[in-house]
């Protein structure tokens, strides 16, 4: 599935709501030293009002096409990014936030998967199938993501490579947690940023890749 946008999915009035419960949980609660986030698991404990409503709002259509009429939501929690300059940070940490950010969301288990690659093994091929291949009865995903401020750039925003969830395996990792070359360099050439505005839905692959 390609990556796509849902424009003004949710209603000004619950993206207000949903920011005013999530203010002051996100108040105390510190950021994570990488990847510079805030979580907040099980909204619907905290808001099940304004979060079931934001549930029912979302744009369900042509998910069962993917997903068969059986799916389920499997998680639904919030995620703040704190929008990080590298040039800022510290000698070396750019590169260590860099190789962190990139991931895939399922499954998710296979970003700990330190992957050495040697030279003779056909590392130059992105499409190469090391052990971080995604099985082929691994459940498929779709990622909805609710925009609940402006996303762009400055602000964090969610950046992707399109199609990427076709390679079938997740970005390839030397043990000591640093991207393979080749996989850094792929990233980097075909990441997009997903620009929106508050309300939107981002709807993709939870096995493309992202930071």
């Known amino acids: 599935m390609n990556a796509h946008i849902v424009a003004a999915a949710i209603p000004p009035d619950l993206v207000a709501d949903a920011l ?3 203010t002051p949980t996100l108040a105390t609660t510190p950021y994570e030293q990488l990847p510079f986030t805030k979580r907040v698991l099980d909204v619907l404990d905290l808001d099940p009002v304004t979060f079931g409503a934001i549930l029912a709002a979302l744009p369900l259509d042509g998910i069962a096409t993917l ?5 389920r939501i499997g998680s639904f929690h919030a995620h703040a990014a704190l929008p990080v300059d590298l040039a800022s940070l510290p000698p070396g940490a750019a590169a260590d936030y860099a190789d962190y950010a990139v991931h895939i969301d399922y ?3 296979l970003d700990d998967v330190a992957d050495a690659v040697d030279d003779d093994n056909n590392n130059n091929n992105i499409a190469a199938e090391p052990r971080a291949t995604i099985h082929p009865s691994a459940a498929l995903t779709v990622q909805m993501l ?8 400055s602000t964090g925003a969610t950046r992707l490579v399109p ?8 970005p390839r990792r030397a043990p000591s947690g640093a991207l393979h070359d080749n996989d850094a360099a792929f ?19 939870g ?5």
């Open 20 to 22: 005013a419960a999530l």
């Open 67 to 71: 997903l068969g009429s059986a799916f």
């Open 107 to 109: 499954p998710f288990w």
């Open 146 to 153: 609710v925009m609940l401020t402006e996303f762009k750039p």
């Open 163 to 170: 199609g990427s969830s076709d390679l079938r395996r997740a």
């Open 187 to 205: 990233f980097a050439s075909g990441a997009e940023d997903m620009v929106g505005s508050p309300g939107d839905v981002l709807v993709y692959s």
């Open 207 to 211: 096995q493309d890749w992202q930071s």
